[in-house]
């Protein structure tokens, strides 16, 4: 079967193990089945994401123009604490940043490799989580915007790691942590402006993801240079497809890509 589409970050549905799905225009795949089966990715051109047109992809899977001026793509995406729609003061498009920015928000802990703190939009839970690889996860404080996400944040950042080691995470080098002790410790840092916002009562969320056979030494596949690749899938972790020959493959990270999927 062959199908034929642009790359957008997998859907995912928290299952035990979690399900994944890669969305085209005409089709619906339901990676799971396809562990223990080879398949064959061929780059065939790009498509941004947010202008559709067949130019380079830049960054988050948008052309560099697009990058550059489209509202989806403002800097506090990535760094929430640049927010300012709850101020009332536009960035790219006030309308949008004011959809996005002021709605629940929440500052959580991740483990996919070590103890991270991360925000998301409440909405995004668990599904932030499962793109990140974590097998365990727990919330912090729930703000009504993604300004105080964005600073407690920043201020918990001295105490704890903000970023993650995909290999380790790939490799599942990983320890169970107390999280709620941890998030008991970090609590004394939350900033003045977030200190109500913290969630009393919480549990760790655990998650189990499909792979029948983690790499000892991943590699990352780069299909703008290599084209097309064919090989055993044998997990899926985070947003990433694992192979037999342990090569493995950002989704995510190759958004705006047009492949052919020969399965
Ligand atoms: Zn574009």
Known sequence: ?????VLTKMQTEFLEPIQYYLVFENDFIHM???????IEMKLVGHQCLS???DRPIYRQGFCKTCFFDKPVAGDWIMRPELSTAHLGKEDRDLEYEKKVQLQPHIVYLANSSNVKVGVTRKSQVPTRWIDQGAHEAIEIVEVPNRYLAGITEVALKDYVADKTNWRNMLKNDVTD???LEWRQNLKQHIPEEAKDYFIENNSETHLHFPVVQYPLKPKSLNLEKQISYAGNLVGIKGQYLIFEDQTVFNVRANEGLVIELNV
């Open 1 to 5: 079967m062959i199908y034929q589409g």
């Open 32 to 38: 799971n089945q396809l562990l223990n089966k080879p």
């Open 51 to 53: 202008c559709g047109l």
């Open 177 to 179: 942590e107390n999280l």
